[in-house]
């Protein structure tokens, strides 16, 4: 299975990229479709994270902090407005 439009996977792991970077790994383009994942409180699980990774989203990392869900999700959104 291969995501529909370029996407992210947002982990809470250390060595993930910030979504700006992600952003111009996938040479972004401002109107264009992307989709984030955003896990559940605790993070997603290394499957779940093996199998979107399969799939060809990027691990990216929305900061330093660890976020509640719908924090994590109006994060995502400014940070993608903002790029």
Do not use: H, Y
């Amino acid at each position: 299975m291969r995501a529909a439009s370029p996407g992210f996977i947002a982990l809470l792991a250390a060595d993930a990229a910030p979504l700006p970077d992600g952003l111009k790994r996938l040479g972004f383009l401002a109107g264009a479709r992307v989709s984030v994942f955003i896990g559940p409180e605790g993070g997603f699980t290394a499957d779940e994270t093996e199998t979107a990774v399969c799939a060809g989203l990027v691990p990216v990392s929305l900061g330093v902090n660890t976020l509640r869900a719908e924090t994590a999700c109006a994060a995502a959104c400014a940070i993608l407005c903002a790029a």
